[in-house]
């Protein structure tokens, strides 16, 4: 046996193991009986979070922690902004009403191309903006949405169960969004962690309790 | 003659501005600067209580937080904001650690960065009063019967980048700090009250522990 164990290819386990365990793994979907569905945009007019964002770029690790505010506006534009407690804005992000996207601000040290378009494409994920015709599954637990790459699954709620997926083409999990229980499908959750599984970045975010 | 009528345009609206606040400009701040350094000579430490109300553009209403303040000679200054969420800011000669709402702390040298470093020094200077010397900053004091209002408009773009001004006010009587107002660039206010201070209570190193 341990001739087949030459050092070679315990490095080659342990990188396969390694690969293994950063995924998401697979997104069993058994049931394949798909209808159109008309998934509507997420409705909220107003949460406040507290909000970890915390990422790498090449062997350096960042992290940032603030205040994430969005809002809808009057004009029906939804605006992201993110703050850190002392008063310094990192990002301000909008989507007007046909769905077009503009960085009203950013700070230096995030404004990096890559960092911008997974931000975006989350809460683009999360706010259902921009998004193509869904389907629904024969059970009515999944709604299933085509990306620029892959899908987006949202679970509707039965079993309790209301949380986000982005799945690469052979439905493995490439960003999870777990949230809250109780966090209503219609609308935004109290408390949601944003996980991707192929780059080492992620998301957290806690409702601030409204007693201002 | 157009810029004649400009520079008196200018003087006239900032005239204006500062009395609104009932405060008259101070045209010779030497008399303040030697104040603040003799007083500062006496102070080796400062711990208060604090309110922020941060006013956003977009918000119809304020986030409003509160939470203890601390600064020890030198260069020692600590934010601990206890509710609605927590977060602790430790800067400690060119370190700084922040501790956030989920309990993770980060670490940085503010030496390594030219922006942390006018940050580190602005707020150490603003709660110790010694903003006169920050040549980062352009500096104009006015005063009321009850507080000096020190304007500070910065002067470097690395500042610039992240704020339009810093307005702080100091009590007459002890020269400790009020109040301090900073102003972003979108117009967004974040206004730190502070309540109950007390000087030279002989606070712990163990306070301003970045690791």
Same mark, same amino acid.
């Given at each position: ?212 | ?37 003799? %007083? ?19 918000? %119809? ?11 020890? %000679? ?85 500042? %610039? ?51």
């Amino acid at each position: 046996m341990t001739n087949y164990l030459k050092p070679s290819s315990l490095i080659l386990l342990c990188c396969c193991l390694l690969i293994a365990g950063c995924s998401g793994g697979r997104y069993v979907i058994q049931d394949r009986n798909w209808q159109p569905y008309d998934l509507e945009p997420a409705a909220f007019t107003r949460h406040l979070y507290s909000c970890q964002i915390n990422g790498s770029a090449g062997i350096r690790k960042y992290s940032f922690s603030g205040l994430l505010l969005v809002k809808e506006m009057e004009d029906g534009s939804k605006r992201v902004v993110f703050q850190n407690e002392i008063g310094f804005t990192f990002f301000d992000f909008e989507w007007d009403t046909a769905g077009m996207f503009r960085v009203v601000q950013i700070q230096e040290q995030m404004n990096k191309e890559p960092l911008i378009k997974t931000l975006r494409k989350d809460f683009e994920v999360l706010f259902r903006v921009n998004f193509s015709a869904a389907q629904i599954n024969g059970d009515r637990t999944l709604v299933r949405t085509r990306l620029q790459k892959g899908n987006a699954v949202y679970e509707t709620g039965k079993d309790d169960k209301k949380n986000i997926y982005i799945l690469d083409e052979k439905e493995r999990k490439v960003v999870s969004f777990i949230m809250a229980a109780g966090a209503p499908l219609s609308g935004l959750p109290a408390s949601l962690t944003i996980t991707h599984h192929k780059a080492n970045f992620g998301i957290r975010l806690k409702t601030i309790p409204s007693n201002n | 003659m157009k810029q004649l009528i400009s520079l008196l345009a200018f003087v006239t609206l900032t005239f204006t501005a500062w009395s609104q606040g009932g405060y008259t400009p101070v045209p010779d701040i030497n008399g303040v600067k030697k104040q603040f350094a003799d %007083k500062m000579v006496h102070t080796q430490s400062l711990e208060s209580s604090f309110t922020q109300t941060k006013q956003m553009k977009l918000l %119809k209403e304020n986030i409003v937080s509160n939470g203890r303040f601390y600064y020890k %000679k030198d260069n020692k200054v600590r934010i601990d904001y206890q509710s609605p969420y927590n977060y602790l800011v430790i800067l400690n000669n060119g370190q700084m650690s922040i501790t956030d709402n989920y309990g993770k702390k980060t670490t940085m040298n503010t030496r390594n960065s030219k922006s942390l470093q006018s940050i580190n020094k602005v707020m150490v200077d603003c709660m110790s009063g010694n903003i006169f010397t920050n040549s980062d900053f352009r500096i104009s004091v006015a005063k009321n019967s009850k507080e000096y209002h020190i304007e500070m408009i910065p002067n470097t773009s690395d500042l %610039k980048s992240l704020f339009k001004k810093i307005d702080v006010y100091f009590n007459q009587d002890n020269l400790y700090i009020n109040k301090m107002v900073i102003t972003e660039l979108n117009g967004d206010i974040t206004d730190m009250k502070y309540t109950n201070v007390k000087a030279n209570t002989g606070l712990h190193d163990q306070l301003f522990k970045t690791k």
